[in-house]
């Protein structure tokens, strides 16, 4: 589970996401008209909410960057969908979104792509308004914190969900262990943590800056799931199409357990 590679590049992370990580360089790359990963992402969480399995009345996503599309499908499932960033630039991004500023990322080719998988595109702008209207909060967090959300406290949530987030945050595994800890304090009582991740990247890119990520495998998360006493853990993984020198890995994850 080491870091490994890119040894002559300068790899950042922690506060360099404050000023290094631009949320509409990141949009462009990764969530861009065409961009084939994030339709192989929507597809497969449509697939996994779709069973009706995952339900609740809220639903917190951990280091959400400026992004709500991988949130669509999971949206019909809960009445309440919470965002959080460390990155004030991010929560900038998402709030021009749900205010429906002009210069807003358009999210619009996610929506009727989502409402196509749910055999209705039609419905993609009444689904766009209630994602709009169930978008209750957008909060500052440090998932390296006790309580990620401080100086928030909140009720425990339904769903705790964390995507490309929580590997791009540590050095080793012992952080790692101890960022899922703080995630699922977050989760109640039989509430489901769903991380998605690439497997085995090291680094990504935005724009012409490279951000570290802590390098694991199923056996490592798998680990760090049954460490901080989570149950019924569920593993699912898929290839990613190819992109372009964005990331080190062609892999994603997707991993669901219950506390
Ligand atoms: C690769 S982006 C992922 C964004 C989005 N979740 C997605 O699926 O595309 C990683 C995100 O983690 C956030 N982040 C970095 N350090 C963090 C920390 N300590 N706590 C919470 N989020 C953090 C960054 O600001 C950035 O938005």
């Known amino acids: 589970m080491a870091n490994q590679g890119y040894s002559d590049k300068v790899l950042r992370r922690g506060v360099d996401y404050k000023s290094m990580f631009h949320p509409q360089v990141y949009l462009d790359d990764y969530y861009g008209p065409g961009v084939p990963q994030s339709a192989v992402i929507k597809d497969f969480l449509h697939s996994l909410f779709n069973t009706g399995n995952i339900n609740g009345d809220r639903l917190l996503d951990l280091g959400s960057g400026p992004v709500v599309s991988n949130h669509i499908s999971a949206a019909k499932w ?7 960033d460390y990155a004030p630039g991010n929560r900038d991004a998402l709030r021009k979104w749900k205010n429906n500023d002009v210069d807003a990322f358009d ?17 993609w702008e009444e689904d766009r308004e209630n994602f709009r209207r169930k978008m209750s909060a957008i909060y500052d967090c440090d998932v390296h914190n006790d309580n990620p959300l401080h100086p928030v406290t909140c009720q425990p949530f339904d769903c705790v969900t964390s995507f490309f987030c929580l590997e791009e945050t540590c050095a080793d595994e012992e952080e790692f262990c101890r960022v899922i800890r703080n995630v699922t304090s977050l989760l109640r009582e039989g509430g489901v943590l769903i991380l998605l991740n690439a497997v085995g990247q090291s680094t990504f890119k935005c ?44 892999q994603c994850y997707v991993v669901v357990a219950k506390k």
């Open 107 to 123: 999210w619009d080719p996610a929506f009727k792509y989502v409402a196509a998988l749910e055999g209705d595109v039609t419905k």
């Open 78 to 84: 809960f009445n309440e969908l919470i965002f959080s």
């Open 207 to 250: 724009g012409d800056v490279y951000f570290s990520s802590l390098s694991v495998e199923k056996n490592d998360v798998i680990k760090a799931l049954e460490k901080v006493g989570l149950k019924d853990i569920s593993w699912h993984s898929f290839q990613a199409p190819p992109m372009a020198g964005l990331s080190d890995s062609a």
